[in-house]
C-alpha cells in the first residue's frame, strides 16, 4: 500500500471517531458504568494476574537467560523449526499470559534470535491468555468452577502447540548460538517501572474495549450475539457474559469460552500489534493462527464436553 493510498484509507475512516464521540455523549451513563466495570476487573483480575510476570519478563529478557540450553531446546527445533531461543517466548506466552509472549518474540526478532519467518511463526502459538487470568478470573471468579478454568487453560494449550506443530516453516531453523545485538542487563527499578506501563497499556485497552462491548449490548438485544461479538472485540468482557448464560446452556457456553480464550480478542491483538510495528513484523500470519487455534479449541471443547457428559 502506498503513502496516498494509506492517506486516503485514513480520511474514509475520519467519521468513525467523530461517530463515536456522539455515542458517548448519547449514552455517558452506559459508557461511565462500562469504565468503572472495566476499571474493577483490571483491579481484581488483570493486574494482578499480569504485573508481577511483566516485571519478571523484563528482567529474564534483560539478563539473557539461555532457557534453550537449560530446557534442551532441541525437540523445540524439531517440532517447531524455531530456534530453540524461542523456549524463553513460549514459557512467558504459557505461564504468563498476554502479550508477554508476543513482546518476548518481537524482542528476540529485534535482538537477531530469530529469522523473520522463525518470528512470524512463533508469535502465532506463544501470546496466549495466562493460567492466573483462566482458572483463577475465569474459572473460579466468572464460572465458579476451578475445573472449568483448568480444562480451559488446558485446551488453549493443546490447541496453540498442535496449531505451532502443524503450521511450521517449511526449512528448519537456522542455528544461531549467540545473537548479533545482545540486550542490556535491566536494573530492578528498570523492571518494574517497564512492567508497570506495559500492564497499564493492557488495562487501557480492556477498558475501553469494554466500553464498545457496553454499546454493542444496547445495539444487539441478543445476549448471545453480544457475547460472540465480545469475544470478537475482549476477552475479559466475553467470559464474563459467557458465564451468566451457562446455567441456560452450560454446554454451548463452554465451548464458545474456549473458543475465546484461545482467540484472546482484538483487544489483545491490537496490544501485540505495538510490539509488531516496532520490530517490523507484520500480523497477518499471527492472525490467521489465532483464528485456526480458537477453531481447533472450539471443537476441542465440544468434544470433551460430549465425551464427559
Not at 145 to 153: A, F, K, P, Q
Not at 235 to 261: D, K, Q, W, Y
Not at 269 to 275: K, V
Request: proline share 5%.
Amino acid at each position: 500500500m502506498t503513502d496516498q493510498q494509506r492517506i486516503s484509507a485514513r480520511q474514509k475512516l475520519a467519521p468513525l471517531p467523530l461517530l463515536g464521540l456522539l455515542l458517548f455523549f448519547l449514552y455517558a451513563e452506559q459508557v461511565a458504568q462500562a469504565v468503572g466495570a472495566g476499571l474493577s476487573l483490571c483491579a481484581r483480575v488483570i493486574v494482578p494476574s499480569l504485573f508481577p510476570f511483566m516485571v519478571l519478563s523484563e528482567g529474564l529478557q534483560g539478563y539473557e537467560i539461555p532457557f534453550g540450553r537449560i530446557v534442551s531446546g532441541k525437540w523445540f527445533e524439531k517440532i517447531f523449526r524455531v530456534n530453540r531461543q524461542g523456549v524463553l517466548p513460549l514459557l512467558l506466552g504459557l505461564l504468563c499470559g498476554f502479550p508477554l509472549g508476543a513482546k518476548a518474540v518481537c524482542d528476540g526478532y529485534k535482538r537477531g534470535a530469530y529469522t523473520k519467518a522463525e518470528a512470524e511463526h512463533l508469535a502465532g502459538f506463544v501470546n496466549n491468555t495466562g493460567p492466573a487470568f483462566v482458572v483463577a478470573g475465569i474459572g473460579a471468579g466468572m464460572r465458579r468452577s476451578v475445573s472449568d478454568g483448568l480444562l480451559l487453560y488446558g485446551i488453549q494449550v493443546v490447541c496453540a502447540l498442535l496449531v505451532g506443530a502443524l503450521f511450521r516453516p517449511g526449512r528448519p531453523c537456522a542455528r544461531r548460538e549467540r545473537v548479533g545485538a545482545p540486550a542490556p542487563a535491566l536494573p530492578f527499578v528498570r523492571c518494574v517501572w517497564e512492567g508497570a506501563l506495559h500492564t497499564l497499556y493492557v488495562c487501557a485497552f480492556v477498558v475501553f474495549f469494554g466500553v464498545l462491548c457496553s454499546l454493542a449490548a444496547l445495539a444487539c438485544r441478543n445476549e448471545w450475539v453480544t457475547a460472540m461479538l465480545a469475544g470478537f472485540l475482549e476477552i475479559g468482557n466475553a467470559a464474563a457474559r459467557l458465564s451468566l448464560l451457562a446455567e441456560a446452556h452450560p454446554h454451548l457456553s463452554f465451548v464458545l469460552t474456549a473458543g475465546a480464550v484461545s482467540f484472546a480478542g482484538l483487544s489483545v491483538h491490537l496490544q501485540s500489534a505495538l510490539f509488531f510495528a516496532e520490530a517490523g513484523l507484520p500480523l497477518r500470519r499471527y492472525l490467521f493462527m489465532k483464528c485456526v487455534c480458537a477453531c481447533f479449541a472450539m471443537g476441542l471443547a465440544w468434544g470433551l464436553w460430549r465425551f464427559c457428559a
